[in-house]
């Protein structure tokens, strides 16, 4: 078999080994059913066994309150930027919005199709580089949006953000749904395009309280109602039934390391040390200012663009794939999402180690 290389993807992005070996067991038989788990009907036995043990894993890995509905839905992430505001947005309300990257200004953008908005707070002055302190939320928001994870930039709020009691608060953790414990009960709802910590690309997890369910829009295609996708337990149509087995085996495989715990101290840990090692770095240092840094994606740059395209093609020579930063931020940046091994992020760190030995002088 072709050797395995550091897979720093942004996302898709790696995932368990352990994992992949039991879904490619599965594919020409799931268990002993004699049929693939590609090929196996949604409404069958088989399947609708994996569905219901991946949505008991997502309750109990999550400590998903009772009163919360667990949805698989398609479109990506990308889509609930726009059934959001369509189900709980009037054009004479006002949705507030939590600007820190890309991915929350398309939210807040997509939102303004259906009612009013108000940035609450941002941190577009500083191109997104940090977390801000406060918000300013207005009196009476249909819902407050913030994204957990800043993917691009590298940012992560540390904590829930300072928004007033009562709101109902909704937050796209697509890039750290489930990489440290998570508070769901402080939400109205949390969604996340599976490809970063859960799974494969191709299903987004929603958790939504059952009061927002009901309260959606009732005159929008079916599809677009969370309630049809809540009453028939996601499979109103056919579900991603691959890439839901594979959010269960993750979860498994979470389960078995501790849950999110466990995973959270891991991240912390692997994180902490690519941090530290950029923070006394002579060449390297972290775009995203201290108590705003993202344990997901850590960016950095040597303030050099010929210097930073050395690095990520050095980098690729030496088996570190995806480390080349996004245009908006440029540099590099390593995403070490929940099944990226600490092993992974020490090999990095001596490469860092040795290329800063090589290129300290030639910065300028
Ligand atoms: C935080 C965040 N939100 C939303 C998205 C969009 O997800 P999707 O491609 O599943 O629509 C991404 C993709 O990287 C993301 O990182």
């Not at 997509?110 to 300013?136: L, M, W």
């Not at 750290?176 to 494969?200: E, T, W």
């Not at 108590?291 to 050095?314: E, I």
Request: aromatic fraction near 10%; charge should be neutral; glycine fraction near 10%.
């Amino acid at each position: 078999m072709t050797q395995r290389i550091w897979n720093f993807s942004a996302g898709p992005a790696v995932l368990p080994e352990s994992v992949l070996v039991e879904a490619g067991e599965n594919l020409m038989s799931l268990g002993g059913t004699g049929i693939g788990i590609l090929e196996h009907s949604h409404r069958g036995k088989a399947f609708l066994a994996v569905y219901e043990e991946t949505e008991a894993l997502v309750r109990e890995m999550g400590a998903v309150p009772s009163g919360y509905k667990v949805l698989f839905l398609q479109g990506g992430a990308s889509s609930q930027f726009f059934q959001i505001p369509m189900n709980f947005l009037t054009p004479d309300q006002t949705a507030d919005y939590l600007v820190t990257g890309a991915w929350s200004e398309k939210a807040e953008e997509e939102a303004r199709r259906f009612g009013k908005t108000h940035v609450a707070c941002t941190s577009h002055d500083k191109n997104f580089s940090y977390i801000p302190p406060a918000c300013s939320c207005s009196s009476n928001p249909a819902y407050v949006h913030y994204t957990s994870n800043n993917t691009i930039f590298g940012t992560q709020w540390p904590g829930l953000p300072p928004v007033p009691g009562g709101v109902d608060l909704i937050c796209d953790a697509s890039s750290d749904i489930f990489s440290r414990p998570i508070d769901v009960s402080k939400h109205a709802m949390i969604y996340a395009g599976a490809q970063k910590n859960l799974g494969p690309s191709g299903v987004t997890l929603v958790l939504m309280r059952d009061d927002l369910v009901e309260r959606g829009a009732k005159d929008l295609p079916t599809m677009l109602q969370y309630r049809t996708h809540a009453k028939n337990e996601s499979m109103y149509n056919t579900p991603p039934t691959f890439a839901i087995y594979l959010v269960g085996l993750v979860l498994k495989w979470i389960k078995q390391g501790g849950g999110l715990k466990a995973i959270g101290e891991r991240n912390d840990r692997k994180a902490g040390k690519l941090y530290a090692f950029l923070e006394h770095s002579k060449l390297f240092k972290p775009t995203a200012a201290a108590g705003s840094r993202s344990q997901m994606n850590v960016t950095f740059v040597t303030g050099n663009a010929d210097l930073d395209a050395k690095f990520c093609s050095a980098a690729t020579k030496s088996g570190f794939d995806g480390l080349k930063g996004h245009r908006s931020v440029g540099g590099m940046r390593a995403s070490i999402y929940n099944a990226f091994p600490e092993a992974g992020v020490d090999a990095l760190i001596a490469f860092l180690g040795a290329f800063e030995s090589e290129y300290a002088g030639h910065k300028q």
